[in-house]
């Protein structure tokens, strides 16, 4: 197995003035956590703002409602009124209509000029997760409900929609529909691996803020995430890859990660970003690739 896997890069010029993709990670499920930086010196690269992991995130004057129905992203007010609110829902969907649409755009240029080898990614097998000494116990609820590609993608399309229907109940007050649809979302993200990944992630962060990151539950917790990001191809990225830098010719980086964040540092350097300095990072959660 060589040191390095070696991936033909192309700069996307088209997508933006100034814009450059200038580290590829090629046929790995991890491309929509990128997007193009306009503007920006050669090297740069950021993380895409993705929508949150059940579907787009509500408005600002519908959160202050879902945090009473224990919604992630709750308790924001908006104090300028119904006006108010319905402009700042119209900026929200625009902007968001946006970024899709630039998503898409990137997507298509990523598919039609980039070319690479890459690294084969192969699904776990589950029963040999289950069988394993010390497996969560969770673990056995969990990993039997995760879906095939297909069934995860109609899970994700679902999702969405019924998300559009809960905020709907929450901006009519309507908070029976509300808890059904909420609880009916939930059901539907069993079959996501990165969903159920995000939900452990939070329930992990929740025991942190409470001072019971140590306890049996957090531990627990970080056992069963750590077996669930083996069916995600963005945690599975960890190594040394080599990728072209524009005019600074090829660049060897080693990709590491802090929590659900991918480090990518540069082990050869030039006058942009020297050896040893990170060149990149990106959010690999559910919030960084949906």
Not at 72 to 95: C, H, K
Not at 122 to 130: A, G, K, N
Not at 241 to 266: F, M, N, Q, S
Request: one cysteine or more.
């Amino acid at each position: 197995q060589p040191p390095f896997q070696r991936i033909n890069v192309t700069s996307l010029k088209a997508m933006a003035r100034s814009s450059y993709i200038l580290i590829g990670l090629v046929g790995l499920g991890c491309a929509d956590a990128f997007l193009p930086l306009s503007g920006m010196p050669r090297g740069a690269m950021r993380p895409a703002t993705g929508a949150a992991a059940l579907g787009a995130t509500a408005p600002a004057r519908r959160r202050s409602a879902a945090a009473r129905l224990g919604m992630q992203d709750g308790g924001l007010v908006d104090p300028s009124g119904g006006d108010g609110n319905r402009q700042a829902q119209d900026v929200e969907r625009n902007a968001m209509q946006a970024e899709l649409q630039l998503r898409d755009k990137f997507r298509r240029s990523w598919k039609t000029r980039f070319s690479g080898t890459g690294t084969g990614f192969s699904r776990p097998v589950t029963e040999e997760i289950l069988g394993q000494d010390g497996c969560p116990p969770r673990l056995k609820e969990l990993l039997p409900r995760f879906g095939t590609n297909e069934e995860v993608a109609e899970s994700r399309a679902k999702v969405t929609m019924l998300q559009l229907s809960l905020d709907a109940a929450i901006e009519d007050e309507r908070y029976a529909d509300a808890v059904q649809l909420r609880d009916e979302i939930r059901r539907v993200a069993q079959a996501d691996p990165l969903a159920v990944h995000g939900e452990l992630q939070q329930q992990l962060k929740d025991l942190n803020e409470a001072g019971n990151g140590g306890s049996m539950a957090a531990a627990e917790i970080r056992a069963a995430a750590m077996q669930v990001s083996k069916y995600l191809p963005q945690y599975q990225l960890g190594g040394k890859w080599r990728g072209h830098y524009g005019r600074a010719g090829w660049e060897d980086i080693e990709v590491t990660y802090e929590g659900d964040t991918l480090v990518a540092t540069k082990l050869t350097g030039e006058s942009n970003v020297p050896a040893g300095k990170v060149t990149f990072r990106a959010d690999m959660s559910s919030k960084g690739v949906l």
